[in-house]
């Protein structure tokens, strides 16, 4: 290898190294202020989720008034069925349609090229 060469290969590998490190402290002085900016996100999320918990348990205290009795209804015979009792889901049940089965008749049937070839796997002559 030539002296020259060897100098232009050394001064090379000089400017890699140097934008090398230029571009590793860039890289880290980002990532320093994503993690303040991200301490400051967290600290406020958690602030709004606290206040959203205390609303919730300031409403959980408060009791709800109890619910009316149901008034009964009256049959059509006159009699009165408590709506809970007499009322039952109908059931329901399911079934499958008969599948469609759609035949397309093609050309050339499965038959058509039965002595093309013999039981030993070769072409017929």
């Known amino acids: 290898m030539s002296r020259r060469l060897a ?3 050394a001064a090379l590998l000089a400017v890699n190294a140097i934008v090398g490190t230029v ?4 890289t880290v002085h980002l ?8 301490n400051t996100l967290v600290a406020k999320r958690t602030a709004q989720l606290d206040r959203f918990e205390a609303s919730l348990h300031a409403q959980l205290a408060k ?8 008034p009964s209804r009256s049959a059509p015979g006159g009699t009165t069925v408590s709506s809970t009792a007499g009322a039952s889901a ?3 049940r ?3 349609p008969a599948p469609i089965i ?3 008749p093609r050309a050339g049937g ?5 002595g093309a070839f013999t039981a030993e796997g070769g072409a017929d002559d």
């Open 7 to 9: 100098v232009v290969f």
């Open 23 to 26: 571009a590793l402290t860039r």
């Open 31 to 38: 990532g320093q202020a994503s993690h303040a900016s991200s």
């Open 63 to 70: 009791k709800p008034p109890p619910l009316p009795k149901m």
């Open 90 to 92: 109908p059931r329901v």
């Open 94 to 96: 399911y079934v499958r």
């Open 102 to 104: 759609v035949h397309k």
């Open 110 to 114: 499965e038959h058509e090229d039965e």
